[in-house]
């Protein structure tokens, strides 16, 4: 079992930044593959970056290509989302995840442990 939680969301204005945080539960955090999915309100979940279990692959959806960066600190069992250059089109709420595969996941059923959600809104 993996608990996760998140922090770091909050408001902030067109062209700005923030970083998410996801922090995990357990001794065995390598052996999960991460990944930061976003749902803003009427729309699916949609994955927005992931990573392997060791940070050496990871995988970014259009929107987050050249904006947001994905990484790992696996002695500190955290996973980021550092996000640049953000758009109103970027507010939704995002969730971090993690699935027992050392590999990228690239679906939201790939993922067994889902974090509580943080509210990133963006305003223009």
């Known amino acids: 079992q993996v608990q996760l939680v998140e922090s770091g969301g909050g408001l902030v204005q067109a062209g700005g930044s923030l970083r998410l945080s996801c922090a995990a539960s357990?001794?065995?955090?390598?052996?999960?593959?991460m990944g930061w999915f976003r749902q803003a309100p009427g729309k699916e979940r949609e994955l927005v970056a992931a990573?392997?279990?060791?940070?050496?692959?990871?995988y970014y959806r259009d929107p987050a290509k050249g904006r947001f960066t994905i990484s790992r600190d696996n002695a500190k069992n955290t996973v980021y989302l550092q996000m640049n250059s953000l758009k109103p089109e970027d507010t939704a709420v995002y969730y971090c995840?993690?699935?027992?595969?050392?590999?990228?996941?690239?679906?939201?059923?790939?993922?067994?442990?889902w974090g509580q959600g943080s509210q990133v809104t963006v305003s223009s």
């Open positions: 990573i392997s279990g060791n940070g050496g692959i990871t």
């Open positions: 357990g001794r065995t955090f390598n052996i999960y593959g």
């Open positions: 995840a993690a699935r027992p595969s050392l590999g990228v996941g690239y679906q939201a059923d790939a993922y067994n442990y």
